[in-house]
């Protein structure tokens, strides 16, 4: 009926003058997180609009100048609509296309239009966050009044909501395989004494790169996980990669190209990236990140080490690249691209519940493995590890495997009972506990 109705609006309007539409809403996608509910229109131009928000009851007004609805307009049945109750819509005087949000509770509405990118065309988007503030994304913060705090690290699934990630041979879905290799690694550290883990992203919505790591700063994390599977345009590259922030440029034109492609996210996802935010994030970023790279790229090597228990991976050292998610300042942080999702067997393999158990095991093990050897003062891990072995390898020297358990060479000396400085490769040191 609304159809009908519509050409015969269309046609009597191209009899009395060439009418154009200035816009016209071909789809409507709705994305509920614990802190607010995303809206999205999808539009074939840029519109004109107006929002405003009514009360009693609560309600959300968007008018789109001179529009009209060619797609549908419904809540999804199979997901939550978060704040969202009712959807309604109808074209108003001067030919403006109204929609109308009822409200489940009070909301504030945040509006913005996107251009195209990443295979989508122009959108409305409309966020509504809760008055009540909504579902706290933080847990409890375990790091206070403990004297034996536990050691905190955010997982968090790559991408999400409007933004898939990248595409395998056979559709699969990046932001999946993310959250399940998540969800998976969230569990195993949550099983290990002293370790306490929580998901940055918790189901399919879309979080901006800045908002994921500012989540793990809110939380005291002391490690910035982010799980991702590589992509290439040819079928043949395969392996596992971990990464951590480069402040100098990529360490190949390669990983380069893949820091452009995850950092387009944002785009896709749903944020205009403002040059502002960049200068001052580059300002924090240069005050501390020297420390938290240290500690970063340690666990990096930790999780790579692991990861070479496994299976391939993709190089054999850990690389770095400019990607958005990395930047937090004081937060150690890396990304893992678990594997090709570009890569027909690989892709089939990410798929598997098993193999994503076994990545989330061995990333587990690398975690394990460096706070272990690091662990962050005042933490249980602190007082209760094991005192640990290093293997020497070659370019190994005293002093520098002194200062990487943070020991002194004495003690290192005392305790493995050398006489002299002089160590070879292959033997096995003693490292106490600091
Ligand atoms: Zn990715």
Known sequence: MRRIALLILS????????????????????WASPEKTRAVLDLDDAVDYQIFTLSNPSRVVIDLKKSLLSGEIQLPDDRSSGSLKRVRHGIRAQDNLRVVFDLAEAAKPKSFLLDPAGGHGHRLVIDLFPESGGAKIDPAPSWNP???????????????????????PSKTQEKNITLAVARQLNKELN??????????????????????????????ADLFISIHADSFHSPKPSGSSVYILSSRGATSEAARRLAEGENRSDLIGGVK??????????????LSQSATLESSNDVANTILASLKGIGKVHKPNVERANFAVLHSPDVPSVLVETAFISNPAEEKKLK?????????LAISEGIHDHFHTMPPPGTWIANHRQPSRHIVTSGDTLGAIASRYQISVNKLRQVNKLRTDTIRVGAILVIPNS
């Open 11 to 30: 046609l009597s309007f191209a009899l009395v003058q060439a009418q154009s539409w200035a816009a016209e809403v071909k789809d409507f996608r709705i």
């Open 273 to 286: 990236l403002n040059d502002k935010d960049d200068v001052l994030a580059s300002v924090l970023m240069d």
């Open 146 to 168: 403990n004297p034996e705090r536990d050691v905190i690290v955010a997982v968090d699934a790559g991408h999400g909501g409007d933004d898939p990630g990248s595409i395998g």
């Open 191 to 220: 099983s290990m004494p002293g370790i306490k883990s929580f998901l940055v992203r918790e189901s399919d919505y879309y979080i901006a790169h800045q908002e994921r790591y500012e989540i793990a700063r809110r939380n005291r």
């Open 352 to 360: 598997d519940p098993n193999h994503q158990r076994k990545l989330a």
